[in-house]
């Protein structure tokens, strides 16, 4: 994490990738949710084989901008 200005801030380049299962809980709603939510075009998600992963800054900047819930 970097602080700029007195804000903190992710590091893009470092941040952790996170699974289905760890948006789920984030958010607290159901995996099943999130897949849904993939399938609209509502989460930005990256495909690594079977799998989505995402970044939880993404997330948290849709909910700031009230365009996911």
Known sequence: ???EKGVHTMDNEN?????IED??????????TVRGWVRAGKLPANKVGK???????EIDKLVRENKLI
């Not at 799998?51 to 800054?57: H, N, P």
């Open 1 to 3: 994490m970097q602080i």
């Open 15 to 19: 941040e952790k990738w996170v699974n």
């Open 23 to 32: 948006v789920a809980e984030h958010l607290s709603v159901t995996p099943d």
């Open 51 to 57: 799998r989505y992963k995402f970044k939880l800054s």
